[in-house]
């Protein structure tokens, strides 16, 4: 396995370092990705990295898998929305504050938000 050195100031690195292009842009035809371990080991060598192939999709999309992306969508927009709206912006943070210690709570305002919207889809 390859020995990596980071420069100074950099410790580890974690997540798509390179990632191929979608649009047919100029771009790389492989992933560069870097995964950082956090726990306790023996060894001080916990960052790896790995290339992954540029991949199609073969399979065409599914009807419950366009359900499942316009559901996204849809609370995504009506979050948005939501943290727009003035009027319900305090009534949301009160809301939020009074259930996130609570068991079961939401312990994020967007986790919140998204649950709210959520919510008033489905009726």
Not at 3 to 9: I, K, R
Not at 43 to 59: F, G, H, M, P
Not at 75 to 91: F, G, M, T, W
Request: glycine share 6%.
């Amino acid at each position: 396995m390859a020995h990596v050195d980071w420069s100074a100031g950099i410790d580890s690195v974690s997540g798509a370092l390179s990632k191929p292009s979608k649009k047919g842009q100029h771009s790389c035809n492989k992933m560069l990705l870097g995964t950082h371990r956090v726990a306790p080991t023996t060894s001080n060598e916990c960052t790896r990295l790995y290339l992954r192939k540029k991949t199609v999709r073969v399979a065409p999309v599914t009807a419950e898998e366009r359900e499942v992306r316009n559901r996204f969508s849809a609370i995504s927009k009506a979050v948005a929305q939501r943290k727009q709206d003035l009027s319900k912006v305090a009534q949301d943070l009160a809301a939020f504050n009074a259930q996130k210690n609570q068991p079961g709570g939401y312990t994020t305002l967007k986790q919140y938000l998204w649950h709210v919207a959520a919510e008033e889809l489905n009726g």
